[in-house]
């Protein structure tokens, strides 16, 4: 007896773990990725009609961040001369979010160009642990998209 998509039960096994999930900076993968983040805002203003205070979209803002396991430098120097040189590098970044154990063959990638760093860490420890550094960035929506998205 064949069901109907409302009909499916989705076990736990079939819900996402990050576990998989890969990013790829300027088209090199990072291995050491901890954890990743990228999100559109939307930049609104009030609008009153009658009594209501409505909104509207005036704007959109993308924002987020890598946060790496540090095992090489991932050419922060280069970053930070350009910065020291007056110039403002822009970078792509793509994120893939895939599980082997969710639905067979469902995969979300995302990609996104003209992304610029708000900071870069230089240095950073704590005795005892891991070393992470975190990257946060900003971008321009529009050069955004979804190469690869579940149905």
């Known amino acids: 007896m064949a069901r109907d998509a409302e009909d499916v039960i989705y076990r736990g096994r079939r ?9 790829w900076w300027d088209g090199e993968l990072l291995f050491e990725i901890s954890k990743f983040e990228c999100k559109v805002t939307a930049q609104r203003e009030d609008v009153i009609i009658g009594n ?4 509207k979209v005036v704007g959109l803002k ?3 961040s890598i946060t790496i396991k540090s095992v090489i430098n991932r050419n922060i120097n280069a970053y930070l001369e350009e910065w020291k040189n007056g110039h403002d590098p822009r970078a792509t970044i793509v994120g ?15 990609s996104i160009d003209n992304v610029w760093f708000n ?5 950073s420890f704590e005795k005892g642990n891991v070393v992470t550094k975190e990257f946060p960035f900003g971008f321009t929506p529009e050069d955004s998209k979804f190469i690869e998205d579940i149905e």
């Open 15 to 23: 819900r996402w773990n990050g576990n998989h999930g890969r990013v």
């Open 52 to 55: 209501s205070v409505d909104s």
């Open 62 to 64: 993308g924002e987020g």
């Open 96 to 110: 893939l979010l895939e599980d082997p154990d969710a639905v067979e063959g469902q995969v979300e990638r995302c």
């Open 119 to 123: 900071e870069l860490t230089l240095m």
